[in-house]
């Protein structure tokens, strides 16, 4: 027995089960969700807020599996009881009444919200603990957040907020009240340089954590508040894709340019990727921080070699190699705009000109950074 009580166990299960129709309820706030799938599904994708427990670990199901292809499923069933029994059936069960102790609004899924979840949640009832049951199991859920983001580039009017690199476009999107970061839900700053100190989530959780967020802006948008502003992005952040459906909506969008001076963004680059980047990896790798800042300074360079050329790419390495030694010996970071300021002229600017004047037709507005967001601002609340 869990040693608990967290809901009244239900004379019909069926009670307990959470159809389509009320995924975007339960989806809006946030609940947390015990995946008893195995720990390489779980690491494919998942629901955010999700804990994996599962049923049957990777070797187990395996052998279920091959059981299953080889003697049909009935002999698998058997077998998967004679893997999970015991001490070891106990134990599972522990662990899931252990989540839902610490998280009372836990609903239970596994693939299809067949037959692993339904099993669990019946042990889980034997043991005194009620939890409802996703129909449909995570593959209904990540179709319904995947009809949402199509959803969301059909009704939600969109627009694109742009600009050189180092205006603080993302800092600009995350003062305005209808937007959503599109850099933060891939972990991932969407250049050579944007790899953070995380691995980026998988595409599946992406998408996922994208379409919660738009889930939110489309109930918003039923009150009246109806515009969504998003950075101008390529259609890959890192290794992420933004959904097909969606980055076209984006780029038929119309288009706000932040526009600053060149000191200003040498700096907020020198912000972003010198202090905040060493201060991330000393955090992660406390004693050798500084060693994995320089490697990925110098990786990030080394990406975009072939477009810099060789002349430009050694000028900027040897500017890079120069302000490390500094920073190294006397914790100055001065010396960093040199090669920033390279790049920035030289490499990022040009490219920005060519995407600007294939897009000239879709620029609405240009203005600073405070200018941009007054004007963001006021075009969010006429909208409502």
Not at 39 to 55: L, Q, R, V, Y
Not at 202 to 221: G, V, W
Not at 252 to 262: H, K, Y
Request: glycine share 6%; net charge negative; hydrophobic share 40%.
């Amino acid at each position: 027995n869990c040693g608990f009580q967290v809901k009244p166990i239900l004379e019909t299960m069926s009670d307990y089960l959470v159809t389509a129709e009320h995924f975007h309820h339960l989806l809006l706030h946030e609940p947390s969700f015990l995946d008893v799938r195995s720990e390489d599904e779980f690491a494919k994708g998942s629901m955010p807020n999700s804990f994996n427990f599962p049923i049957l670990n990777n070797h187990e199901r395996h052998l279920v599996g091959t059981c299953y292809k080889q003697e049909g499923k009935e002999a698998a069933v058997k077998l998967g009881h004679q893997l999970v029994q015991g001490g070891l059936q106990q134990e599972r069960i522990q662990n899931w009444c252990d989540v839902v102790a610490r998280n009372p609004d836990t609903h239970i899924f596994c693939w299809r919200g067949g037959m692993r979840s339904n099993l669990a949640r019946q042990w889980m009832n034997e043991a005194g603990v009620a939890v409802p049951l996703i129909e449909g199991g995570y593959k209904a859920l990540r179709r319904y957040l995947m009809q949402v983001i199509d959803d969301a580039a059909i009704h939600l009017p969109m627009i694109r907020i742009g600009g050189k690199t180092g205006v603080a476009k993302t800092l600009l999107i995350n003062e305005i009240a209808s937007s959503i970061d599109l850099e933060k839900h891939a972990m991932h700053r969407g250049s050579s340089f944007g790899h953070t100190v995380n691995q980026q989530p998988t595409q599946s959780n992406f998408e996922h954590t994208l379409a919660i967020d738009l889930l939110r802006m489309t109930h918003a948008a039923a009150s009246g508040r109806n515009m969504l502003f998003v950075e101008d992005e390529s259609r890959n952040i890192g290794t992420i894709a933004i959904p097909e459906a969606f980055f076209q909506t984006m780029r038929r969008s119309p288009l706000a340019l932040v526009e600053m001076p060149l000191e200003f963004r040498i700096q907020r680059v020198l912000q972003e990727y010198i202090t905040d980047m060493l201060a991330a990896f000393q955090m992660k790798h406390s004693g050798n921080g500084f060693e994995h800042f320089s490697a990925y300074l110098n990786e990030s360079l080394s990406r975009i070699q072939k477009r810099l050329g060789l002349e430009r790419f050694k000028y900027a390495h040897d500017l890079l190699a120069k302000a490390l030694k500094t920073q190294a010996n006397t914790g100055n970071i001065q010396e960093h705009e040199a090669w920033i300021t390279v790049l920035l002229t030289e490499y990022y600017d040009p490219m920005y000109a060519y995407q600007i004047e294939r897009n000239k037709e879709s620029v609405i507005f240009r203005g600073s950074y405070t200018e941009v967001l007054e004007w963001a601002r006021g075009l969010h609340v006429s909208a409502s």
